[in-house]
């Protein structure tokens, strides 16, 4: 079984429009994460969900929406798309870091998202 | 704040030599270091953490790493390399502030050669 699954692992479209990624984990985790991987494979966290709370918000573009329906799934919204969003979209989770400890992330497959 | 520096973008090793990947870090207080790896087309899977106690960790697929606080380095070891092992490599830090965030260097790509 899959601990962190994202769908779909490849998306292609064109400027403008709006799209989802999906992401789910069976872990029992309390915190999931969105990174997003440049071209040059560089890492940068986006957002973090805790208990279906916002408790991170790097300086993304407010056409990025995270929502999370419940603590198992945290899906990534992307309005207007633009040609600078073509990336790799990795999603992980990880026990409550709340208690001040930092757990182990665990990483989804990561959805290659081409924008034309 | 914080920071990760993996000084070698791409190293070539022969298959069965031995590998060492370096990485230095920049935190103000005790950090916690990973080692993840990304095969290609592939997520990334942890290979070790350091958290506390002993400086030498050991992690999947014969890796090790070791924590030396003086040097703010965490270099990921092994003694001998296999085909497989060829994927990109990647040292994180985690800031302990209660949101958990990592911060990663920009990865090292390793290719072994027969």
């Known amino acids: 079984d899959t601990a962190v699954s994202q769908t779909p692992k490849y998306l292609v479209t064109q400027m403008g429009n709006d799209k989802s990624i999906k992401c789910e984990q069976n872990?029992?985790?309390?915190?999931m994460y969105w990174y997003k991987q440049d071209s040059k494979k560089f890492l940068k966290i986006m957002f973090s969900y805790n208990n279906k709370e916002l408790i991170i918000n790097e300086t993304v573009p407010n056409r990025f929406s995270p929502k999370s329906p419940d603590k198992a799934h945290l899906n990534l919204h992307i309005n207007s798309l633009e040609l600078g969003d073509s990336a790799v979209y990795f999603c992980?989770?990880?026990?409550?870091?709340?208690?001040?400890?930092?757990?182990?992330?665990?990483f989804g497959p990561g959805t290659r998202l081409t924008v034309l | 704040a914080q920071s990760v520096t993996q000084p070698d973008i791409h190293i070539t090793v022969s298959e069965g030599a031995s590998l060492e990947l370096r990485c230095n870090y920049s935190?103000?207080?005790?950090?916690?270091l990973f080692w993840y790896v990304q095969s290609p087309g592939q997520g990334l899977q942890l290979l070790l953490k350091y958290f506390s106690g002993d400086t030498l960790v050991q992690g999947i697929k014969g890796f090790e790493a070791e924590f030396k606080r003086s040097q703010s380095s965490f270099n990921l070891r092994k003694p001998s390399v296999h085909w497989s092992d060829a994927a990109e490599y990647f040292c994180?830090?985690?800031?302990?502030?209660?949101?958990?965030?990592?911060?990663f260097g920009t990865g090292t790509r390793l290719t072994v050669i027969p």
């Open positions: 935190y103000g207080a005790t950090p916690y």
């Open positions: 872990l029992g985790h309390d915190t």
């Open positions: 992980a989770s990880s026990q409550d870091p709340t208690s001040g400890s930092t757990d182990t992330q665990y």
């Open positions: 994180a830090v985690g800031a302990k502030s209660g949101a958990n965030n990592l911060f």
